[in-house]
């Protein structure tokens, strides 16, 4: 077996787990799932059938991933975050032929307890705060807080407040990376070292 579980946890015949991916108490991975290498689900996390997790990927404990979310490489889901996956449910109708698909890209950061309603693209390295409700699209590097949520400024890869001086750019602290503003996009414009 290339992944680990605990005792606990629930992985049904014909899931894929990746290499070193490590599954934690209470834990439910449903068989027609997809999760790639070296990812961990916390404590009571439940992943759907219909589920796509990439590589490096952290979910925090009391996270439901459901059906039509897919999980692009190292993206961060904070202790209790929320996924929907129908965008007006009713217990008395079925709506499962009515999902709306959600894509969190590579790196971004979904706080503590935020809720992301179905339908939306997280963009690549984007930062959504604790308790953000997000209702539509998030562009790559944004750092959005709020319900609903809006965005407040820009993140760098290694998820540092970006300061954008006068010539349109900033650069991270941490890496080097250089970043400048685009048509209202934050664009990665030079790589530095990211440790």
Known sequence: MSYWKHDSAIVDDGAQLGE???VWHFAHVSPGARI????????GVYVGNDVQIGDGVRIQNNVSVYDAVTLEDEVFCGP????????NPRAAVARKNEYRRTLVRRGATLGANCTIVCGVTIGAHAFVGAGAVVQKDVP?????????????????????RLAFGADGRATCPQTGDVYELQDQRCVLVEEGNLP
């Open 20 to 22: 070193g991916t490590k």
């Open 36 to 43: 790639g290498a070296r990812c961990a689900l916390g404590q």
């Open 80 to 87: 209790s975050m929320v996924f929907t996956n129908v965008y």
């Open 140 to 160: 790559d590097f944004a750092l959005v807080v709020g319900v609903p949520a809006r965005r407040i400024g820009w993140m760098s890869r290694f998820g540092e």
